[in-house]
Every structure is written in structure tokens, then in C-alpha cells.
């Protein structure tokens, strides 16, 4: 009869403990989330020059090619400036207009891209040191865009040797 008891007492613990289970959460969910910041950037490539031709054609730098990122949703505004006309280096009173290009290239993302003022020409007679050109995106994307720079000659012959620069200015703002 002993052997009984503790073989009933056994079942009923069994029992208790295989209830106390069945009651117990059986699934569990933990969120995830990833916090993307704003990136907006633009990169520039790096400087260059040339020798002039010697003739009374413009001078014509090969395409640039900056890149622009956005990742703000309302997309972004470039704007391409030169700081000043071409200026002489070491007698700044010589200078010479520059004009500027800009053509869309490679693009990636859902961004539509559109340039909005393709060419400008600074006009260094009139105090005009300013050229400058223009872009857009309408969302997220990454985008290169052709810069064009010309150093306006006229003619040649009327200017000093020696060297002239100019530098341009690359703005990226969220829309």
C-alpha cells in the first residue's frame, strides 16, 4: 500500500508541475529599429589646369564630375558657384570671364534629378564675379553631375602671361 501512495503522490506532482507549464507564455516579440541619419554631401574633384592654345578661342576645362548625396526625403538644391572671375595670380587687376556648364550625370536611387540653370558667365567689365549654375532632386539619391568651366579669351594677346584661377564653390542643401 505504501508503494501506492508514493506512486499516486508522484502522478499528482507530475501533473501539478505539467500544468503550471501549460499556463506560461508560449510566444514573445522584441522590436528592432535602425536610425538612419540625414546624409547630405557633395564631393569635389580635385584641381586642375591648363595651358592655353594661344588663339582667341575659349579655353575649355574637360567635364568634372562631383558627386552629390541626399537622403532627406523632400530631396536636395545644388548650386555651383565661382568665387570670382579668372584673376590673375600676381597682378589681379587681369582678369577674364569664366563660364560655367552643367549637364546631369549617373544616377542612383529613387530621386528624379533635374538642373534648373544649366550656364551662367561671370562678367568681370560689370563687377560680376559670380557664375553660377543649378540643380535639384525631388527625394532620395545620389547623383554625379559634369561641370563645365571656360576661361573666356576673346582675344588673345590682351591679358598678361602668367597664371589666372578661379575656384568653384559646390552648396548641397535639404530641400
Known amino acids: 500500500m505504501l508503494k501506492l501512495i508514493v506512486r499516486f503522490t508522484a502522478v499528482i506532482a507530475i501533473a501539478v508541475s505539467v500544468c503550471g507549464t501549460a499556463s506560461a507564455a508560449t510566444t ?5 529599429t535602425v536610425v538612419v541619419p ?3 554631401t557633395i564631393t569635389a574633384p580635385p584641381a586642375v589646369s591648363l595651358t592655353h592654345d594661344q588663339t582667341d578661342s575659349p579655353q575649355a576645362f574637360p567635364p568634372q564630375s562631383w558627386t552629390v548625396k541626399g537622403n532627406s526625403n523632400a530631396g536636395v538644391n545644388v548650386v555651383f558657384a565661382t568665387s570670382d572671375a579668372f584673376t590673375h595670380v600676381t597682378n589681379p587687376t587681369f582678369k577674364r570671364n569664366a563660364k560655367l556648364g552643367l549637364a546631369l550625370g549617373a544616377v542612383q536611387g529613387p530621386a528624379t534629378w533635374s538642373v534648373g540653370v544649366a550656364e551662367d558667365t561671370t562678367d568681370f567689365a560689370s563687377n560680376d564675379g559670380v557664375a553660377q549654375v543649378t540643380a535639384s532632386s525631388s527625394g532620395v539619391g545620389r547623383a554625379s553631375f559634369n561641370l563645365s568651366v571656360t576661361f573666356i579669351t576673346e582675344e588673345f594677346g590682351i591679358f598678361a602671361a602668367g597664371d589666372y584661377t578661379t575656384t568653384v564653390v559646390g552648396t548641397v542643401a535639404a530641400n
Do not use: D, H, K, R
Not at 514573445?28 to 528592432?32: E, K, M, T, Y
Open 28 to 32: 514573445a516579440s522584441q522590436g528592432f
Open 38 to 40: 540625414q546624409n547630405i
